[in-house]
Structures are given as structure tokens and as C-alpha cells.
């Protein structure tokens, strides 16, 4: 037999259950909305298009004099340079902790080095060490270039 406790019980616990229940308003979809976009596009990426260097000197190998040369590098677009007005093409990408730069057809052959970021915000780079990387050389000579941004 069921006591009057249990019959209270539950008869609380559906009203409460019963009490607790809704319904909700279901609204309908929202028709497709447009994409907004910004036609604006504002490249955060630190390169050197159109930036002005100039060689001042360089050094074959470790050791050894520092030569002077006047040589201006004008940096046209994401892939072509000028050396003295003459047109040819380089690669500048980010690596792990710096960037590589690759001249390429100057008169020390096809270069690459690294770079820091403080070379190319304050426009100033000196002594790194490129290679010459030109296939063929068989040396990979090292060059130690020094130059500024104009």
C-alpha cells in the first residue's frame, strides 16, 4: 500500500516537473546575409619593395680588407631588383628566426644570407655573411657585405 507520504511525493515532484516544462518560440532562419569585406588591404609582412640600398663594402672570406664599391640595389617588386640599373630577381622570405635574402647575377654571383629584422627597420646591415650560392661555383664562397637603406 502506497502511504500517504509517497503519494504526496509524488505528486509533488510531477507538479514541479510539469511546472518546470515550456515551450519555446521557435523563430525562423535568418534569409543569407552579405560579407562585408575590407577592399583595403594592409600587408603587415616586413619586405623590401621598394626600398633603396646601397653597397659600401665587402669582404671575401673571414678575414681580410674590407673593400669599398658604390653599388645601389633598388628593389622593384616582390621578385625583381635593380644592381646599378640593371634588372634582375631576388627572393626575400621569412625563416625561423630572421629572413633570407637572395640577390642574384651580381658581380660576386648569385648571394644569400640572412637577415635580422633591425637590418631592415633601421636600414642598416653590417658584415653579414652571404654565400654564393651560384650553381656550378662549387666554392659557396663567402661574402661579408656591408650597406645601408637610402
Do not use: H
Not at 35 to 58: F, H, K, L, Q
Amino acid at each position: 500500500m502506497i502511504s500517504k507520504f509517497n503519494k504526496i511525493l509524488g505528486l509533488s515532484c510531477a507538479c514541479v516537473l510539469l511546472s518546470s516544462c515550456y515551450k519555446e518560440d521557435i523563430e525562423p532562419p535568418l534569409p543569407p546575409q552579405p560579407i562585408i569585406t575590407n577592399p583595403v588591404v594592409i600587408d603587415t609582412a616586413i619586405n623590401m619593395v621598394g626600398e633603396s640600398w646601397v653597397i659600401t663594402g665587402y669582404r671575401v672570406g673571414e678575414f681580410g680588407d674590407i673593400l669599398s664599391t658604390n653599388d645601389t640595389l633598388v628593389f622593384m617588386d616582390l621578385n625583381s631588383y635593380t644592381f646599378n640599373n640593371n634588372e634582375f630577381t631576388y627572393s626575400f622570405y621569412t625563416t625561423a628566426s630572421a629572413y633570407n635574402l637572395t640577390i642574384n647575377y651580381t658581380p660576386w654571383g648569385n648571394l644569400s644570407g640572412t637577415i635580422y629584422e633591425v637590418n631592415v627597420l633601421n636600414g642598416v646591415i653590417n658584415g653579414l655573411k652571404f654565400t654564393d650560392i651560384t650553381m656550378g661555383s662549387g666554392t659557396q664562397t663567402n661574402y661579408y657585405l656591408w650597406m645601408y637603406k637610402l
